[in-house]
């Protein structure tokens, strides 16, 4: 509505508009105050769910699997707003990239082992602040499991209570700033509406189109091609019937962990997937696994690149796969995830995060299309992962034409 309400006001007011442009940075400021905290404390927490003793075979199948789905949704992402630019007709008032000079990739790869952790931190460099703090995290992971000493182990459980609290406290804050953005989004899209008119329309169809033609690829080529029907060598129709319920409960809702209870029920009620694997998987995928959200950050990094007029090079696309499959680590699965990743991305990049402000107006269009893309993974994940330990009957319910009944309609939110 404030998306709306914006750019009407924009386009009937004209350049006046633009005066509120200030409140608009306000909202932009904020947000970027979020992101190390967030990431200090959400990703402690997620490196603790990945530490080694945790997983087992079965579990380090399904991450690998994860952070490769992860990847090539980025890659698809990228691929797919390369050859559209759906920036490419709007000017971003006066903003201007932050870096100067594209590193190449060994650059960018060096760059994710910070010489100095706290500097990192202190400077916004969010790749290297990403890397220690997942490092950090295991190594406490590991402490807790393998300290003598019940005053080390028992030290080590109060810091993740600690991380816990300041996650928990860092989404209230969140919740406080997207309730101002309302305001924010307002004011951001009265300045672009007065300042570039009906022009400014076109690219944010563009915006979604991409989005969706990027989804339906990668849902397409990936979940069901490589994973379904290669890997697990069974009919794309039959895994689509099986997980109706849940890809229609995610689009309804726009939440990875608010569709669980309905994505677990249609692995064991339509898949028939044995409970010891979907019960890890699933919830697990339901945190860190956000094919979705991981394939929007490449969309909205070209988007935003468009805006500024500046190419990304191939070593900054690649940054951009990094920062998204690592912050997906840490990742929440509940509405708006998208937006607080996408800051991550756009800082690493240098790009001016006002784009968050922008796309933050059709969010709820785009983050209907990320949530199904996050639960078709996390289906198809778990699907290879338990044929490949013999943890499936492919004899039975959707995989023969039966119909399961998960006991939830279709959409109910």
Known sequence: MAFVLGSVFGLVVGQPATALQPLGDIFVNLLSMLIVPIVVFTL????????????????????????????????????????????????????????????????????????????????????????????????????????????????????????????????????????????????LMAAVFGEAGVDAIVPFALLIATLLIAVLAHIAVVHLGIFVRLLAGQSPIGFLTGGRDALITALSIRSSSGTLPVTMANADDNFHIDEGVYSFSLPLGATINMDGTALYQGVAAIFAANLVGVQLSIAEQVTVVLVAVLASVGAAGVPGTGLIMLTLVLTQLGLPLEVVGFVAGVDPILDRLRTMTNISGDLAVTTVVAKWNDAIDFTRGAWVGESGDTGVAAGDD
């Open 44 to 187: 402690l927490m997620g490196a603790r769910r990945l530490s080694p003793s945790n997983l087992g075979k079965i579990g380090g199948q399904v991450v690998a699997l994860y952070a490769l789905t992860s990847a090539a949704a980025v890659g698809f992402g990228l691929l797919v707003a390369n050859l559209i630019d759906p920036g490419a007709n709007l000017e971003l008032g006066d903003a201007e990239p932050q870096t100067a000079e594209a590193p190449d990739i060994v650059e960018v790869i060096l760059g994710i082992v910070p010489q100095n952790p706290i500097g990192a931190m202190a400077s916004g460099d969010i790749l290297p602040t990403i890397f220690f703090v997942i490092v950090f995290g295991l190594a406490l992971a590991l402490v807790e499991q393998s300290a003598d000493s019940p005053d080390i182990r028992d030290g080590v459980e109060s810091f993740y209570n600690l991380a816990e609290a300041g996650a928990e406290a860092m989404f209230k804050v969140v919740w406080g700033v997207m309730e101002y953005g309302v305001i924010g989004v307002f004011a």
